[in-house]
Structure formats: C-alpha cells, structure tokens
C-alpha cells in the first residue's frame, strides 16, 4: 500500500514564498485540522497538483493558486511543492514542482499575472548509491506518478484528494455519477476501447469491400489475362502453321518461277521463229507477186545477165532522165502559173489561149506516161536478174 511520508510547501496560497512548510504523516491516519483560512484545503490541493498535475478549478489555471506577489509587495513570487511517498514496492520516491507567479503592468497600467510552470522532477530514492532523477522532459510525470503510485488517476482526483467543495458529484445527474464511476473503475478506457474497436472493425470492413472489390478486379483480369495467354498461344501455333503453308507456297512459287521462265525461254524462241516466219511469209508472197508477174511477162528476153544490167542500166538512166525533165516541167509550170497569175493581176482582160493550155496539159500527160513506162521495165528487168541469179544458183522452186 502507497503512503505518505511528508509534504513541503512554498509559496502556495497563503503559505509565505520565503520558506517552505513541512508537513509529515501518520500512518495510519493524520488528521488536518484548525480555523478557517489556516490552509487546510491548501494542503489536499498541493497533494491533489503533485500527485496528478491538475489545479483546483477557482485556481484560474493556476494564476490564483501561488502566493499573490502585490500582497508581498514583490514583482516575481515562486513557488514549490514536495512530496515524499512509499509506493506499494516500499521505494521512496519524492515529487517537486516548481511554478512562477510575476505581473506587469500594461499600456492603461492594468495588472496583468503571468503564470509559468518551471521543472518537475520525480526523483527516486535508493538505499545505496545516487537517487535517480526523471525529470518531465523524458516523461509525462502527470500520467506516470499515478503508476508508480498503484492507484487510477480517477480515484486521486474524485476520491482520495477531492476537495470538500468537488466532493457532492454524488448528488448530481446520474450521468454525471455514472461518468465519475465509469472513470473511478476504469470504465471509461473500456468504452474507449469498444468505441475505438467499433471504429477500428468499422474501417476493417470498409477495407475488406474494397480489398473483395480488387479480388473481383484481380479474378476478372487473371481471367482476361489467362484466356489472352490461351488466344495468344492458339496464335502462336495458328502463325507456326502459316509460317509452313508460307514456306510451301514459296517453294511451289520458286518452282513455278523456274518453270514460268523456261516458258519465256521458249516464248522468245517461239516468238523469233515467228517473226522469221513473217518475214519469209512477206518475201515468199513477194516471190509469188513477182513470180506472178514474171509469168504474165509476154516477151522473154534471150538476153544475159551482163546485157540484162545494161538495158537496167539504161533504163535505170531513162527513168532518171525523166524524173528530171518532170520536175523541170512542173518548175516550168509553177513558174507559169505564178506568171499567169502576175499577168492576171497586172492584166485580167487578158487571157491565155486554150491551144497552149492544152499542149502544156497533154506534155505533162505524156511525161508522166513516160515515166510509169520506164519505171515498169526497170521492176520487170530487175526480176529477170533476180530470176536469173536463183536459176544459175541451182533453181527456186515457187
């Protein structure tokens, strides 16, 4: 069981700032007594601030709780409580919270407190060595003495260090009295717990729809996934087939090709003997015409082939003769026509004979005449030498 050993107060209330008050306690029970104002209830609330760190609630957080500085005519007042208990493992442990009380004055010369809260410490007492000193920068002193303790910071503050006028929550609503209890007995961490568990299972289930609505994502996508790896696999052997029917028809292309070009090979032959047989369709028909003619000739000529040269020749020389003399004419009569023509314009009452139009009409006739005759005996000389050279070369047959 937790007791108390002793308490030391400084600057608290009513207490003097200049040196501290100790007060001891009896096991089994100290009784706190003496007129009004002597600092009893000063007592239960230094007790109440050292063990859980609250102030009263007149305290105004604390500003009314240490010695007022304008009644000791002091700018700056401090204050300090010590407290020394047993805890239930029979150590020592001391508690000392240091506070400052200062005020100043403002621009309309109002008084105005600043409160400020200096070290706590818990210092732990050893029988041998050095006491061990936690201060509240490494831990929360206002939640660890209620442990150290063995007692609910519920039960310190609405029980055991409750103030005389706090102590009738008894008599209040029965909500108020069941959160007192519920806080006494810890019931309130157990709601806490079952709230927290309600929101925590809450969350999970949320979680859950959307952890089952990516299953569903991820089954349908396995799905999609496993039936594209089976379409791609069918493609796969659908495309190895192609690629064999793509390798058989280049071969049959290849040989076709082969083939396709011995047929070309044999199409230009084809094509060569054609054309030859074209030309010797033309030069046999010309023999036929030739010969044709040859046969319609009505005078055969005994001549040799030297003497048949010579009348082709000459003939050759005749037709020449009159090619010249026919385009010496048409001159004749382009120049005639131009002057006819002149002599028209300069002239047009008269006119050419009809006598002269008709001897230049009849010579130009005659010339052309002339010249068909000459150009028949040339082509019927030129086959008799044709004629002649197949015969002495052992003969044509037609």
Not at 13 to 26: H, I, K, Q, V
Not at 95 to 113: E, P, T
Not at 319 to 333: A, M, P, Q, V
């Amino acid at each position: 069981m937790t007791t108390l050993e002793k308490i030391g107060i400084q600057g608290v209330r009513s207490y003097c700032d200049e040196r501290t008050e100790t007060l001891e306690f009896y096991s089994p029970v100290t009784i706190i007594y003496g007129k009004n104002g002597s600092g009893k209830s000063t007592i239960i609330e230094c007790l109440k601030v050292s063990c859980i760190g609250e102030f009263p609630t007149n305290a105004e957080k604390g500003k009314s709780f240490i010695h007022d500085p304008l009644v000791s005519n002091k700018m700056n007042v401090k204050g300090k409580i010590d407290l020394m208990f047993r805890n239930y493992n029979n150590k020592r442990i001391g508690v000392s919270r240091s506070y400052n009380l200062c005020y100043n004055k403002d621009k309309n010369k109002n008084i105005k407190h600043n409160f400020r809260s200096l070290d706590n410490s818990i210092i732990i007492k050893k029988d041998t060595g050095k006491d061990i000193i936690i201060t509240n920068k490494c831990i929360d002193i206002n939640t660890h003495i209620p442990l150290l303790m063995g007692i609910s910071k519920a039960l310190l503050e609405n029980v055991i260090l409750c103030n005389h006028d706090e102590n009738l929550w008894l008599f209040s609503e029965s909500t108020k009295v069941k959160k007192k209890f519920d806080e006494i007995f810890g019931d309130d961490n157990f709601s806490k717990i079952i709230e927290g568990l309600n929101k925590c299972r809450k969350s999970i289930n949320e979680i859950i729809k959307k952890k089952e609505l990516e299953l569903l994502n991820l089954k349908n996508n396995y799905e999609k996934k496993k039936n594209m790896v089976t379409e791609i696999e069918s493609n796969k052997k659908q495309i190895e087939i192609e690629k064999k029917q793509i390798q058989l028809e280049q071969e049959d292309i290849y040989k076709k090709s082969n083939k396709l070009k011995k047929l070309n090979e044999k199409k230009n032959i084809i094509n060569t003997l054609l054309n030859e047989i074209n030309t010797n369709s033309i030069l046999y028909n010309q023999f036929q015409s030739d010969k044709q003619q040859y046969n319609n000739i009505k005078t055969i000529y005994t001549e040799n082939l030297t003497e048949l040269n010579e009348i082709a020749t000459i003939c050759k020389q005749d037709l020449l003769n009159c090619d010249n003399l026919i385009n010496k004419i048409n001159k004749e009569i382009e120049n005639s026509t131009k002057s006819n023509e002149m002599f028209k314009q300069n002239c047009p009452s008269e006119q050419p004979s009809q006598k002269e139009c008709e001897y230049i009409s009849n010579t130009i006739q005659m010339l052309k005449k002339k010249k068909k005759n000459i150009s028949n005996c040339f082509f019927l000389l030129s086959a008799m030498v044709l004629l002649f050279i197949c015969n002495r070369r052992g003969g044509t047959k037609f």
